[in-house]
């Protein structure tokens, strides 16, 4: 997820570039997290990502977790995608 900074960087940036070359050409654009492993593509480093832990109250308290150690032990959801994150 792109820190609030970063999508207002680049939607101005992007309004730019779409109405620059929207009328001379087809514009195809993502935003991708990851290794730049798309062939022919070009790719720009927009920002490093930030990763907190987050529980509601009850999962914090049910859990214990009140320092790290604890929060490694718990159960932790993944995205399929990124199942090292």
Same mark, same amino acid.
């Given at each position: 997820?792109?820190?609030? *900074?970063? #999508? !207002?960087? #680049?939607?101005? *940036?992007?309004?730019? +570039?779409?109405?620059?070359? $929207?009328? &001379?050409?087809?514009? %195809? =654009?993502? #935003?991708?997290?990851? =290794?730049? &492993?798309?062939?022919? /593509? +070009?790719?720009?480093?927009?920002?490093?990502?930030? +990763?907190?832990? +987050?529980?509601?109250? =009850? &999962?914090? %308290? !049910?859990?214990?977790? %009140? %320092? /790290?150690? $604890?929060? /490694?032990? /718990?159960?932790?959801?993944?995205?399929?995608?990124?199942? &090292? =994150?």
């Amino acid at each position: 997820m792109l820190k609030i *900074s970063s #999508i !207002r960087w #680049i939607l101005p *940036s992007l309004s730019k +570039v779409v109405s620059t070359e $929207a009328s &001379t050409s087809t514009l %195809d =654009a993502a #935003i991708h997290f990851g =290794a730049p &492993t798309w062939p022919g /593509a +070009v790719c720009e480093f927009l920002c490093k990502e930030e +990763v907190y832990p +987050v529980a509601p109250p =009850a &999962t914090r %308290d !049910r859990f214990g977790l %009140d %320092d /790290a150690a $604890a929060i /490694a032990q /718990a159960p932790l959801l993944h995205q399929s995608s990124r199942p &090292t =994150a």
